[in-house]
């Protein structure tokens, strides 16, 4: 069974308690569950990490490459703006992935509005809430069964 991974950076953990008009009333544990039962029904296996520490989301994703892994469906949270180390990472791993994100980046902060991601990753879901992970997912399946 091919396996997918979702990564989460900073803060992700306290979903469900966080700023709930931005980032909804879902646990991060929710989404996880919710993910896993679509991926399952699409035939993959599906792991997830969730970290506040760079250096441990840059080691998960160089596993990544090694495990058997076929693409990744990553929300980098604030090191979406900040973090040129993960996207040297995932450049170079070479999986595919599908950045997500809950809330649309371009709605908020001046300085939300960079990514070091998205022009390195095969599309971008955000807005959607809880939703946008399995949005992601099913883009990333799809991408991989071209």
Do not use: W
């Amino acid at each position: 069974m091919a396996k997918l991974l979702i990564l989460n950076g900073p803060n992700l953990n306290l979903l469900g308690q966080r700023e709930s008009r931005i980032y909804g009333t879902k646990t991060l544990d929710d989404i996880i569950a919710e993910c896993r039962q679509f991926s399952g029904t699409c035939g993959f296996e599906l792991d997830h990490m969730q970290s506040n520490a760079e250096h441990e989301l840059i080691e998960r994703i160089h596993t990544a490459a090694a495990d058997g892994t076929s693409g990744l469906a990553f929300n980098p949270a604030a090191f979406t703006h900040t973090s040129i180390a993960l996207r040297d990472a995932l450049l170079a791993v070479k999986l595919p992935f599908v950045e997500v994100h809950l809330s649309q980046p371009l709605a908020r902060e001046q300085f939300r509005h960079i990514s070091y991601f998205s022009d390195i990753a095969i599309g971008t879901v955000a807005g959607f809430g809880a939703d946008g992970y399995v949005l992601g997912l099913q883009a990333l399946i799809n991408h991989l069964d071209e």
